[in-house]
């Protein structure tokens, strides 16, 4: 067979071989690490595997860091044994079938593909970087490594160099001093530049021993390092590994029984090295020492050229002859033969040690990995294009740091991340620690932190920088990703010899901390030891360096350049692309930097616009985000690597200090068992329980949905500190409605096996657990037992125990097959706990990063967490629980309208609430179906079900009130309808006879008159008469006389007159709501009782100050404390209780008078008298528990108030009243109406025509009625949806009425604002409606009033028609007429009329004509009259809107008193909350012993140091920071730290400075200065925050 048929047939043999792993496609399309950085099914131990599937579970278990990845059993399709044929019985004497050697077999022997196959097959179909990736994991298996590999279609020889790159090999060597001590030395270096002695291994011929095997016996006799013929798996047929050359490395652990002392190359070339030339060549031309086995040693064999020419060589050689069985020989110096044959394999492993050892000895030459791109003949991957230019991008970047000192790398290039990041975050975290004059420390330490900020900017531009930015934006994906792999190989050799001996000294001197933290030994011996590591650790971050430092630095000119141009204005230019850059790399696979762990900072803008980024590539994705706690060194990375396929750092020589992320997808395999599209791997580096470790901690748990907490070894000694911050983090988080999950990983624990230690270290893990939350529960405030109180946790379930990593000891022992099973357990646990968890959205993730870390910024975790994301949702579902309530309340107005008009045409007497039910029932559904869709379709939809159950009943109340409510008015109209029925039948009686007698007189008079003005003369003249008989018999109702029965009522009381009449006068009590200083009104003589019963009791009295008691003496207290109470002018508590109490007082007299049947039975003099006496109670009430009185002038002047504000209603009320029901009133007012019949009469009309008349004036009242009614009820409906203050929610409704007052600059609306909210938001909305109708929006109201007239006429008119033809039909009467046309419209217009006087009308068309005429005139009238006439009907567009808008609450804020915005009332258990707090001076407040106003923000005193008095008596103090605790209001108010401008305020204050000094009698002056830097807003600025607010 020629060369090439062989050819031929080894390459169909290899495509066959490919075909059968299928990775024909992969050998061209090669595989990527991205194809494996996925979260895709659990990998099974113990399963065999179909041939198909066994690439790819070779590949994922090697990842794993699971050796056993070669011999992964596989699954037959069929039997694996032939058997005879089953129809022929074998006979006693057949034994010759027994021994024969051939038996027929119905199926040809079965073969399985060798391993090396296997693994070789996969290196061909990758690429470069998963090559990498598969080198890194084969050589921490303690595997061999392909160094020379033959194309298997072209026969190429191939050198990866470059897949070599990562790997890192570490060891020990020992040496002596002139003393004779050892001296172990660590190194640790890339294997590519190492400079090691190479053995390399030829086979010349065919031998029955195994090479392989025997080198094993030298590196790792317990570990097949190089695989051999007795290997698992293995089998004679093998295409891939023939003329492959494999190396592996001997690392010495610096120990006596190490088999060398410094670290070997040892290389084995597979196959017969006489057919495999080019390779042979290679290898001893390169190795230290050649060693050739062959079958036997002949002077003319075949391989005696080849023994020859290496004899001859320098090199030193040893040959291993299979025929001999002599021992070591030594020919010459360097030369030695050995016999193998009847030799055990110890024996001639122990022997060959020594000889190579005794060689290396000697001078020899060394071997470097990269002198093999200088080979000829072979193709070395690092020389193909892409990977040499991104080689060269990144030897232009890092070439810049040649040959200089490692530590002063960062500082000299990387100078935005150094002492200028430190110094900001430094003063950051001051901000919220802040004392002494607040607003002066805020605005110096912002100036420091915006100079700060100008000098990174200044020093961004370095040259290192805007190299890496030019070639990480120009150069394509694949060179890009060369170019920072090889950028990470080039930083790493510039630091990797300096790192290894500081880590070695951190590592002794943390030891010795360690040993001396357990003895509980506080001397000075361990705070020196604890400076030592501190300096030491200084001196490891400052020789860190890594890729991760230079996305720290474009971090850091990104936060500066943004700060900038936000507070400059200045254009975006190249940095702006950074996050786009950095969000392309982490979707790609690589790790970013989530928490800087140097200064213990989160760089938030830096971060926010990196996944902002993220969000615009991928969508807004879900995410499972799985926190990793763990001590340094702990093998959280390692863990992670081999869980995931991640590419966090492992023992590189670097800890940079921190919290780094990295995105898995997961695999479309398991997608739809998940409700998350990617897992966000959050890992802590560099943690080891010291400073800001504890702010670490909490930030990480507090983002996961999981956490994993990894302890190194059974006892979690090293965790103590870190797992009490976790304890006490779990329990923050539960108070704060989040709810992660824990595992704990117990790694490197010894004789795992045994079930019963493992209950003891579970039990003992449950106790200490249990322990630090009682603790952590007495520092929180919590009932908690233990720990599962604070979080679920299943100790039997939640905690898993790893085998140790390595099976032995390190630097040669492989990884623990057992600790890849954990590996696998632990990824099963987790994702069957992932699969329950919703994750969360990235912009989620985005808001949670920024909440949490504002919240650990302001140390009080809990009184300060506040979920933005969440607000934002909520504030959204409060603008559609807004629209649902005024869908309901929109409807109900409807039906009730449609209602009232039936009971005023006496179509209805009772009122139903099944009626109301069902009137409603089609809205309340749809409303009901709308709210299902929203919490199950929204986007938020997992963050709005906290909610659901709470707004699902508060619509169901809201629709069972509104019902209640419409009942309730419809039910006092019944009331005052049946009350007035015998005055209607009255009325009607008096219509019926004055119909008569017009119709009387008017044919007495028949052309007697002969002009209009004679006959209303006649008219007249008989009117007053027909009045005064139908009258004679019923009382006038009388006017109300308000001034008279004030005095009585307060002279009732005991009041002098002399004190009414001069309040009165005065009328001092107008604007009593509003006087802001009360002091006149507190009286004296209580004042001296209690200084009288002080200065009788000369004891001591106590005082509880925080925790502790402090004694002080009576003169104290009354120099101090009493006297800011009874000084000369109330302090501002005392004048807010005050003011309270009016408030109060007002709006219970006016529910009273209001409750009163004004209406329906007039006004009456007990309803003020119960009002005065119940002000009178509630003045006492409150000087009982006042330590002073309230003057005589209080009490008189607060029911003249409340009597003033009740006035205008009652008057409006009884005059109403006094219109429907005064019998004299109502006749006078139908005069021109009956003189206008009798005119009819008069000249000859018919009855037709005077009913028609009478029915079009009758019409027309009801018709304006009805028409203004609807037109109020459209302008509130119109005003809802397009008027931008009324379309949103209790917050949007602030932010219009702030903006207002500000366009007026009207200090006198601010301060009714101040002190009365709700009253000048019910101004506001008066102002905006009678704007939008009279001004702005005219014509659109007057169209609407058109539409609503043109709707009515087209009702009447039908109705006319339909009467009209019944009665044609049918032959009717009128009366018939009247009945159909009242029905007509009985749900629209209040009509009826009498016909008995119309009983001759014959003429019904005639009568159709006539009223149509006189609906035209309506019409006109109606299309013509004043807007002006809304304000007269009985629905108000203002009060719809305020009923709508105003029904929420309105609560204050303990210290500034802003109102809590938000939209229900009832919106327990939130708090209270408001976006906007304000400066508590604007309300009156002194500083304590001064009459200066404070300038002070309260969400900038909840995040200082400062304290409080909860009230002005109080005895204790509070810090601001637990303002809570001090209970009354305060509990119920979530106040969030907030550093923000608050523009809006500071120009109130410094725009009328002057107004409120004047106003509180008070000044801005000393700590209540007003700063500078608050003068620079503009009215236009102050409005714009408003838009901030959230």
């Known amino acids: 067979m020629s060369a090439a048929e062989i050819q031929q047939k080894k390459e169909k043999e290899i495509e066959t071989l490919l075909g059968r792993l299928h990775l024909q496609d992969e050998h061209q399309q090669k595989f990527s690490p991205a194809d494996f950085l996925k979260i895709g099914p659990t990998v099974k131990q113990d399963h065999a595997t179909s041939e198909k599937d066994i690439a790819h579970t070779f590949l994922q278990r090697l990842m794993m860091l699971d050796y056993r990845a070669r011999y992964i059993p596989l699954r037959q399709e069929s039997s694996d044994v032939s058997q005879s044929n089953p129809g022929l019985e074998i006979e006693d004497n057949d034994l010759d079938t027994l021994y024969s050697s051939s038996v027929d077999s119905d199926q040809t022997k079965p073969t399985h593909v060798h391993p090396m196959d296997v693994q070789m097959a996969v290196f061909h179909c990758s690429d470069g970087f998963l090559k990498q990736n598969m080198m890194s994991k084969l050589s921490q298996c303690q595997y061999a490594l392909p160094l020379l590999v033959p194309d298997p279609f072209t026969q190429d020889i191939h050198c990866p160099l470059w897949a070599f790159r990562q790997i890192i090999k570490t060891w020990k060597t020992q040496s002596q001093t002139k003393d004779g001590s050892n001296i172990v030395t660590m190194k640790s270096t890339p294997i590519c530049t190492a400079e090691t002695s190479m053995v390399s291994f030829f086979r010349l011929g065919s031998l029955s021993l195994s090479k392989s095997q025997l080198i094993n016996t030298l590196i790792n006799d317990r570990h097949s390092t190089f695989f051999h013929r007795n290997c698992p798996g293995s089998i004679k047929s093998r295409h891939l590994i023939d003329g492959m050359a494999e190396m592996a490395w001997y690392c010495p652990s610096g120990k006596p029984n190490d088999a060398f002392t410094d670290c070997i190359a040892f290389c084995n070339l597979h196959g017969d090295a006489l057919l495999i030339e080019k390779q042979r060549e290679i290898l001893t031309e390169k190795s230290s020492i050649n060693v050739v086995l062959v079958p036997t040693l002949e002077k003319g064999g075949d391989s005696a050229t080849v023994i020859s020419a290496l004899y001859k060589s320098p090199k030193p050689l040893i040959i291993l002859i299979a025929d001999n069985d002599c021992g070591a020989i030594q020919m010459k110096e360097g030369k030695y033969k050995m016999g193998l044959k009847d030799r055990s394999q110890s024996e001639v492993s122990e022997e060959l040690k020594g000889i190579i050892g005794k060689l290396l000895s000697g001078p020899h030459t060394s071997f470097q990995l990269e002198t093999m791109a200088e080979v000829s003949g072979i193709r070395v991957d690092e020389n193909d294009a892409v990977c040499q230019k991104g080689k060269a991008a990144a030897m232009k970047t890092v070439g810049l740091l040649w040959g200089m000192d490692v530590s002063k790398i960062k500082d000299t290039f990387l100078p935005c991340q150094g002492q200028l990041w430190h110094d900001w975050c430094k003063i950051n975290k001051d901000l919220h620690r802040l004392k002494g004059h607040i607003e002066r420390v805020t605005y110096r330490n912002q100036k420091v932190q915006m100079e700060i900020r100008l000098k990174q900017y200044t020093a961004s531009c370095s040259k290192l920088i805007e190299l890496f930015i030019e070639s990480l934006s120009s150069l394509p994906s694949t060179e890009r990703e060369y170019f920072l792999k090889w950028t990470q190989i080039l930083i790493d050799a510039l630091s990797t010899d300096n790192l290894s001996s500081i880590l070695q000294s951190y590592d002794e001197k943390w030891s010795e901390v360690l040993v001396l933290k357990k003895k509980h030994d506080k001397s000075e011996e361990l705070k020196t030891k604890q400076t030592e590591l501190d300096q030491i650790s200084t001196k490891l971050q400052s020789a860190t360096f890594g890729l991760e430092h230079i996305f720290r630095e474009m971090g850091q000119i990104y936060e500066a350049h943004a700060s900038l141009q936000k507070q400059l204005n200045w254009k975006p230019t190249g940095w702006c692309k950074y996050p786009e850059m950095a969000a392309e790399l982490m979707i790609s696979g690589h790790p970013m930097e989530l928490m800087d762990g140097d200064p213990g900072h989160v760089p938030l803008t830096w971060i926010s616009s990196l996944l902002d980024e993220i969000i615009k590539k991928l969508g807004d994705k879900r995410v499972f985000v799985l926190s990793i706690l763990g001590v340094q060194s702990s093998g959280k990375s390692t863990m992670l690597n081999a869980m995931f396929g991640l590419q966090f750092a492992v023992s590189a020589g670097r800890c940079t200090k921190g919290a780094f992320m990295q995105l898995v997808k997961v695999s479309e395999e398991i997608r739809e068992d998940f409700k998350f599209d990617y897992i966000l791997v959050v890992e802590t580096e560099g943690l080891r329980a010291l400073h800001h470790d504890n702010e670490l901690a909490t930030f990480v748990v507090g983002l996961g949905n999981m956490t994993l907490i990894n302890i190194m070894g059974e006892n979690p000694a090293e965790m103590l500190d870190v797992l009490q911050i976790v304890v006490q983090a779990f329990m923050r988080m539960k108070k704060v409605k989040l709810s992660p999950s824990c595992l704990f990983v117990h790694q490197n624990v010894s004789d795992i096996a045994a079930a019963e230690k493992n209950m003891d270290g579970k039990r003992r893990l449950q106790e200490k657990l249990d322990q630090m939350a009682q603790l952590a529960a007495k ?135 099944n009626h109301l039910h069902e009137e409603i029932s089609e809205t309340f559904g749809d409303i009901k179906k709308d709210m299902t869709t929203y919490f199950d379709d929204d986007r938020d939809k997992e963050m709005l079900v906290q909610w659901q159950g709470r707004f699902e009943s508060k619509i169901k109340e809201f629709h069972d009130e509104q019902v209640r409510g419409v009942k309730r008015k419809l039910d006092e109209v019944i009331k005052q309808k049946k009350a007035c029925r015998k005055i209607e039948d009255k009325k009607t009686e008096f219509e019926n006879k004055l119909l008569q007698q017009s119709k009387n007189l008017a044919h007495e008079l028949k052309y007697q008159a002969e002009d209009e003005e004679k006959l209303k003369k006649e008219f007249n003249s008989v009117w007053s008469r027909w009045v005064n008989e139908l009258t004679a018999d019923i009382d006038p109702i009388e006017e109300i006389n308000m001034e008279q029965d004030q005095t009585s009522i307060l002279q009732d009381l005991g009041f002098e007159w002399a004190f009414i009449n001069e309040s009165k006068k005065s009328r001092s009590y107008i604007n009593m709501s509003n006087v802001g200083d009360y002091s006149p009104y507190v009286s004296l003589t209580k004042r001296r009782d209690l200084c009288n019963t002080y200065q009788q009791n000369e004891k001591e009295w106590y005082t509880k100050s925080q925790g502790k008691m402090v004694l002080s003496r009576k003169n104290k207290y009354l120099s101090e404390g009493f006297k800011n109470i009874f000084g000369n002018r109330l302090n501002k508590d005392e004048q807010e209780l005050i003011e309270s109490l009016i408030g109060d007082v007002e709006k219970q007299s006016l529910d009273t008078i209001k409750s009163k049947p004004v209406a329906t039975r007039g006004y009456s003099t007990t309803y003020l008298q119960e009002v005065a006496k119940n002000v009178q109670t509630k003045v006492t009430e409150f000087e009982s528990q006042r330590k002073y009185a309230l003057k005589k002038e209080f009490t008189v002047d607060l029911v003249l108030y409340v009597f003033d504000r009740a006035e205008s209603w009652l008057s409006q009320t009884h005059k109403k009243f006094k219109m429907n029901n005064d019998a004299l009133t109502q006749l006078d007012s139908k005069k021109n109406q009956y003189y206008n019949i009798f005119r009819s009469f008069y000249k000859g009309s018919s009855s037709a025509v005077v009913l028609g008349e009478l029915t079009c004036e009758k019409l027309k009242s009801s018709v304006v009625e009805r028409v203004f009614n609807k037109t109020a009820f459209d302008i509130a409906g119109e005003m809802r949806c397009n008027v931008p203050a009324f379309n949103g929610n209790r917050l949007n409704l602030e932010k219009h009425v702030l903006k207002s007052l500000a366009e007026k600059e009207n200090f006198d609306g601010f301060i009714n604002y101040i002190q009365q909210p709700r009253n000048q938001a019910e101004s506001f909305i008066k102002e905006e409606v009678e704007k939008y109708i009279f001004t702005e929006q005219r014509d659109k109201v007057q169209n609407i009033l058109k539409k609503n007239v043109e709707e009515i006429n087209k009702l009447m008119r039908q109705a006319l028609f339909t009467a009209s033809e019944k009665v044609k039909t049918q032959g009717g009467d009128s009366d018939m007429w009247v009945k159909e046309f009242s029905s007509s419209l009985k749900d629209e217009l209040s009509f009826t009329i009498c016909c008995q006087n119309f009983s001759d009308i014959k003429d019904f068309a005639f009568l159709k004509e006539e009223i149509e005429k006189g609906l035209v005139s309506i019409v006109q009238e109606m299309n013509s009259m004043s807007l002006k006439k809304i304000k007269e009907c009985r629905l108000q567009p203002d009060q719809i809107l305020i009923d709508q808008l105003c029904d929420c609450c309105w609560e204050t804020c303990p210290f500034c008193a802003a109102v809590c915005t938000n939209t229900r009332k009832d919106h327990s258990p939130n708090q209270h909350n408001v976006p906007f707090h304000r400066p508590s001076g604007i309300t009156g407040t002194q500083i304590k012993g001064t009459e200066y106003l404070v300038i002070d923000f309260c969400t900038q005193l909840v995040a200082s140091e400062r304290c409080f008095r909860p009230k002005p008596d109080s005895e204790c103090t509070i810090p601001y920071k637990q303002y809570q605790i001090a209970g009354w209001k305060y509990a119920t108010w979530e106040i969030t730290p907030d550093a923000s401008e608050m523009i809006y305020w500071k120009w109130f204050v410094c725009r009328f400075q002057r107004e409120l000094e004047n106003h509180y009698q008070s000044k801005f002056q000393g700590r209540g200065e007003i700063p500078r830097e608050w003068r620079k807003y503009n009215k236009q600025e102050a409005i714009n925050s408003l838009y901030e607010m959230v």
Do not use: H
């Open 779 to 913: 520092e929180e405030g919590c009932d908690a037992e233990c720990f599962s109180d604070v979080i679920a946790f299943d100790v039997q379930k939640d905690v898993k125990y790893f085998a140790q990593l390595w099976e032995g000891s390190p630097p040669m022992a492989p990884p623990n097959p057992g600790y890849s099973e954990s590996i696998q357990e632990l990824k099963t646990i987790i994702l069957s706990k992932a699969q329950t968890s919703d994750g969360i959205k990235l912009s989620q993730f985005k808001s949670k990063i920024q909440d949490l870390w504002k919240a650990l910024m302001n140390e009080n975790f809990v009184f300060s967490s506040k979920n933005a994301l969440e607000i934002a949702v909520y504030r959204k579902l409060e603008v559609q629980y807004e629209n649902w309530t005024w869908t309901l309340r929109s409807t109900m107005l409807t039906i009730e309208n449609q209602l009232y008009t039936r009971i005023e045409n006496g179509e209805l007497d009772k009122i139903e609430p």
